[in-house]
């Protein structure tokens, strides 16, 4: 224990005391890491065969010019990211504009909608979601309810994305809890003012609420296009990354070449173009930000 | 209310019991399978079993999950590193929410700056070197290396909600235990901590939810069959895959998702109240 007057000199220790953990794992489980990743990737490193040395960028312009497969993984990711994104940011905005009104059971809706985002990631999910889209699955029985021929979702290169983006289309529920909190939020009074000028509901939305919550849109498009770009277990799982890579995003690619082959050097080169990627595109959001997002006060 | 109004109201209840019914149809169809024959699975949209036709008879298969072991088994060696994953998030992230909320010291924007951009980073930027630490430490194929990280608050999520959560708390609180001679942590544990009760059980359960999610962790870290976790053996449902033994999946897939539904239909108000202040404005 501390002596009375020893309490109050070490007081300016106390916050780092505290942080201790945080300044630990901040320096061993991220920056240590991050700086060895960039060194592993510009290696020839395999962790069991060893070390075979400084290759410069070799593995970087490996990965660009001379395997196809990455660029299919690109293109396989983008696409996810490009659909899924806009759909479940549409999903959760739409939904929370209608959970808004002064409806009775909101709660009760609320919480329903959370169920499949607590649920997604999880194994037992991605088999039933097997199961739905399967050549006899309900997904089919309704297409030939409406009459449409049946379509074969996990063997096509063209459906097998869209059974994935359904299932992330399908946890929109946590997005759409923060657009419902931020909408709660938008004062009364300025509908007010909107209603005696006779603008309709959707067109007080487009008009009044939407500028007031575009920190929130913005929070969330960066939330739901990180999420998208990491996607690993419904693409493992579901569609085992094909047909043909059509589903074979950079996170299983990089596990394949850190994990199963034990390239480091090519994982980690791959890991940093990956970074590369993500964080041009959210320098571009925030960048354009400026323009479309309203800060008050 | 005139007759538009309530037509609109009608429609919007419309829209939210369709779009309802058709996020809670997978679930569902999967509960009711568990209980069909197989040759009532598939080619029609029923949830339930045809009338009279409901069976138990794929489940003591289904808990048989591999050769050796039940499910059970799987069960507890998620809790294995679950539970210490728990307390090791609760924990750290508590502190280190605690010295940025509460304190001023200098370096302290450079800590708040790096929690946002490790928050920004994805947990894939960290994993090879992290897997060759873990290799000389001796700590591949331990439940060690699913919850080690997370007693030092790499959870910048967690922390920044837990920051936002204490920014809401008046500062008179632990000012009035200061002048009461508590030290910072008995302020912490006796002032705090009982008013972030609420936040600490979101933080908790949502680290718990996830963990359960959690597939690439044991995939990477664990290799020995006595050490497999619920996720890896739910996979292993996929992988020798048996055409007649649909009714054992669902049966497998339902008893997988019992715990994590059972844990959000008791808990759901903390897991909703989590989700919006993790959008909470700055």
Not at chain 1, 20 to 48: C, E, N
Not at chain 1, 193 to 200: K, N, Q, Y
Request: proline content about 5%; some cysteine.
């Amino acid at each position: 224990m501390l002596k009375p007057g020893e309490h109050k000199r070490n007081k300016w220790l106390t916050p780092y005391l505290l942080l201790l953990p945080w300044i630990i794992g901040i320096l061993l489980f991220r920056a240590y890491p991050i700086v060895m990743s960039f060194w592993y990737s510009l290696r020839d490193f395999h962790p069991i065969m060893g070390d075979r040395g400084f290759i410069g960028l070799n593995n970087y312009s490996w990965l660009l010019f001379r395997f196809p497969s990455f660029w299919r993984s690109v293109t396989a990711t983008l696409r996810y990211v490009l659909i899924g994104t806009p759909m479940v940011l549409a999903a959760a905005l739409f939904i929370a504009f209608i959970l808004n009104f002064k409806l009775k059971g909101v709660n009760l809706f609320r919480t329903a909608y959370y169920v499949p985002s607590i649920l997604g990631g999880n194994v037992a999910v991605s088999i039933v979601w097997i199961q739905l889209f399967s050549a006899n699955g309900p997904v089919n029985q309704i297409l030939s309810v409406i009459g449409l021929q049946p379509i074969s979702w996990l063997r096509s290169e063209t459906f097998a994305p869209f059974t994935l983006i359904f299932l992330s289309a399908w946890q929109f529920g946590s997005v759409m809890l923060i657009f419902l909190a931020a909408l709660q939020n938008v004062s009364q009074s300025l509908y007010e003012a909107a209603s005696i000028d006779g603008a309709g509901k959707w067109k007080q939305f487009v008009s009044i609420t939407m500028p007031i919550i575009t920190p929130v849109i913005l929070f969330n498009t960066v939330n739901v296009l990180l999420r998208h770009f990491q996607e690993f277990n419904a693409a493992f799982l579901i569609t085992n990354r094909g047909p043909n890579q059509a589903t074979d995003f950079l996170n299983i690619l990089i596990y394949e070449y850190a994990f199963v082959r034990f390239q480091f050097g090519i994982a980690s080169a791959m890991t940093w173009l990956f970074l590369a990627a993500i964080g041009l595109l959210t320098l571009i959001l925030f960048l354009s930000s400026k323009y479309w997002v309203h800060y008050s006060d | 209310m005139s007759i538009r109004k309530k037509i609109n109201a009608a429609l919007r209840y419309a829209i939210l019991i369709a779009v309802g019914f058709l996020l809670a149809y997978p679930l569902l169809w999967m509960i009711g399978s568990a209980f069909k024959h197989n040759i009532d699975i598939f080619g029609n949209l029923a949830i339930l079993p045809p009338p009279g036709r409901g069976t138990l008879e794929y489940f003591p298969a289904a808990w048989q999950i591999s050769h050796d072991h039940t499910m059970a088994f799987y069960y507890v060696n998620t809790l294995r590193f679950l539970i210490p994953r728990v307390i090791g998030t609760v924990l750290s992230c508590t502190l280190t929410a605690y010295a940025i909320a509460r304190f001023s010291f200098p370096g302290k924007k450079i800590v708040f700056t790096l929690v946002i951009v490790t928050l920004l980073m994805p947990e894939l930027a960290f994993r090879i070197p992290i897997f060759m630490l873990y290799r000389d430490l001796g700590l591949i194929d331990t439940f060690a290396s699913l919850y080690i990280q997370e007693f030092f608050a790499v959870g910048s999520f967690f922390v920044f909600m837990m920051i936002q959560f204490m920014r809401t708390i008046p500062r008179e609180l632990d000012e009035a235990a200061c002048i009461d001679g508590c030290g910072p942590l008995r302020t912490l544990w006796h002032v705090l901590i009982p008013v972030l009760r609420p936040i600490i059980i979101t933080v908790g359960l949502l680290t718990f939810m996830w963990g359960m999610n959690d597939f690439q962790g044991p995939l990477i870290f664990l290799n020995s069959p006595d050490k497999r976790v619920l996720s890896l053996a739910l996979r292993g449902l996929l992988q020798d895959y048996d055409v007649t033994h649909y009714g054992q999946i669902f049966a497998a897939a339902f008893m997988g998702l019992i715990p994590t539904l059972a844990i959000f239909f008791t808990c759901s108000k903390y897991f909703v109240e989590g989700a919006i202040t993790s959008g909470g404005k700055e």
